[in-house]
DNA sequence: CATGAATGAGGCTTCATTCAT
DNA sequence: GATGAATGAAGCCTCATTCAT
């Protein structure tokens, strides 16, 4: 698939520039969306010509893959932060979605989401990556549920499995409800999000 | 705005090929997204030249917003559905959900909400029609929910309001989790989302 | 070259119809110039659909022919006045100076005029239609210095080329003035122009 | 209003990468005129890539406006001409007509100036350009009026500006006169135009 | 390693012209 | 005679990608 393995002299230098594409192509993705930011556009705020970034992704695809690694491990980080925490878990999330909706109230990270998802529908190895996200994301979700600290944890796995999805919609779909609906705020939304995690996390 | 009414002799003729167009395009910026279907393609797929596209559409972007108009029309007649329907509304809507998740399970059509939502995340006019269109659908939620045949009817509106909010995310979220997760079944997700559906439509 | 003769039953209502598309036509090249008019706007302003122009010309570029042909025949009546009109030779012209600058400052028959000047440069037909108009006019003219009424009427034919070749620089000149300099009034112009027209009509 | 200032790291390969595109350009126009003349034959003339050309233009209005401002610059150093020149204005300007007849008969010249003035009668940009170039032509042309070497430096200053106007309309005029009647030679003009010049360069 | 000049395919749109009715 | 729906070539412009330096 890839002829040229691109091997550089100072892996910690193309590291460093790497991650200078990855920083600079998310702040323009989400500003713009992935089809209208330009290549020209990522390399001023990279600070790098337009010509070297190709020294170090193939193509501007191969941004937005490298974009969505990225995110998959903060996304870990962030479950991480979950199974480290103590208590019971339906209180974890219930506090966790404070933040949570906060962060996902967010416009911008709306904008990118919608792109990564949007490619995904046509772009295979896009939707590879997000797909693999997404269940390992499951899967620390349902570690989470069968931890100690849950309340379900007897629960059968499928009936696991379901809260997880339709949890994990509600999620998705809080992001994308600021679209349509940007006035919605943290609060209205917690309002009715709490008794609902209640219902998924209890037997 | 525009100076050219083009006003058509025969207007049955006129809204026929008006709907070929559109659901060509349907077609298209599904299969390839907003930006990567080409007007050739449309015009190949409506079986019509791409010139004579522009006597019945001012701009590619004029086609999104008739789709997106295709299809709030589309979403009214489910809610008079409901509104028609008999019975409790708990139960008109877990029933309702039935069908509901099939359809928004479809991955063709998960993909060109998609690309809507994407278009709409830059495309202010799209974003408008479609915050209009879903404004529309909360009004419709609620004055269902304040009907007879709710148990939730006396409720302050602003908790109808969250209520709806998360509702409609969960319903959104669905429609994405198909492209993340396409071996997830209709039952799996009915399974957890009934008792979400109570907990959101009783007191 | 024209295989289609194109015969009318009705030769008076053909007449009739042509000249609708020539006036309007003419309306619109002078709003609009000749590119940018297309056969929609005149056939709307023709009061006639766009396909039945093309029962009377062979193509747009036809129309404006005709209209060259038309104009021609509208320079010729200016003449045969000035050839019907008593008096001095000079004092008619001076006289016809005042009328004919004000009808060459004209914004938008200048335009009409750059635009068929403009396509003779590189459309022979309109070229040569314009020349022989313009041939005409010249040998109108000369007709004029050499009767009776001339002060100049024994001066050698190649002097009345030259001043006559002279004369009409200034007139097409003045045509073309209005569109860099539109604040230029007729009585400013009359000042200069009338002592050159002296010097160009007495020995 | 240009969000691209698309600044060249070496200016004097883009000086002459514009002024290829000028010049080509230029040929083109003047073989076909503005609108015949395709981006792609421009590229061409150009040895150019059709893309290229829009990193020193912003489109293709802004080459015929540079050209507008070529000609503004050449037009001021004929002028600088006549004022570094020694002698009787009369005479410098009969000498002066001597090569300007021949310039302005320049069949090709004429083409283009007819195409520029041409699109001035709709492109209020061009009209602007083309008429400030004009303004400041009069201007030089009332400053060497005005000089000690002129016999009319003490006419009036609306007496002035109405032979600057009539002088100017007869070189328009002569340029375009190329079109209608090509075998005019510059003799024959010179010798109605030399007293015409007389009459307005003295009292 | 780094640049940015250069390419060229492909995008949307317009419009003179044709033709079935 | 008359219509206007339909065509399709051509137009201007954008942008990911390559390559000489």
């Given at each position: ?66 974009i969505i690694e990225r995110d998959k491990e903060e996304m870990f980080s962030v479950f991480n ?22 962060k ?29 996200s ?70």
């Amino acid at each position: 698939m890839s002829d040229k393995p691109k091997r550089h002299l100072d892996p910690q230098l193309a590291e460093a520039r790497r991650a200078q594409v990855i920083n600079a192509a998310s702040d323009c993705f989400r500003r713009k969306g992935y089809h209208a930011a330009g290549m020209a556009e990522i390399s001023k705020t990279a600070g790098m010509s337009a010509g070297h970034i190709y020294n170090y992704f193939d193509s501007k695809e191969a941004i937005i893959e490298a974009i969505i690694e990225r995110d998959k491990e903060e996304m870990f980080s962030v479950f991480n932060g979950f199974l480290e925490q103590p208590g019971d878990l339906l209180q974890i999330m219930v506090d966790g979605a404070d933040d949570g909706v906060e962060k996902h109230l967010d416009l911008e990270r709306s904008a990118l989401e919608l792109e990564m998802l949007s490619e995904a529908a046509r772009n295979e190895k896009v939707a590879a990556l997000l797909a693999q996200s997404d269940t390992q994301a499951r899967a620390l979700m349902k570690q989470l549920m069968q931890s100690e600290r849950s309340q379900i944890r007897h629960l059968p796995e499928h009936e696991l499995d379901a809260r997880i999805a339709v949890m994990f919609s509600m999620i998705t779909g809080l992001t994308m409800r600021r679209v349509l609906h940007p006035e919605l705020d943290k609060d209205t939304i917690l309002l009715a999000l709490n008794p609902v995690l209640k219902t998924l996390l209890t037997p």
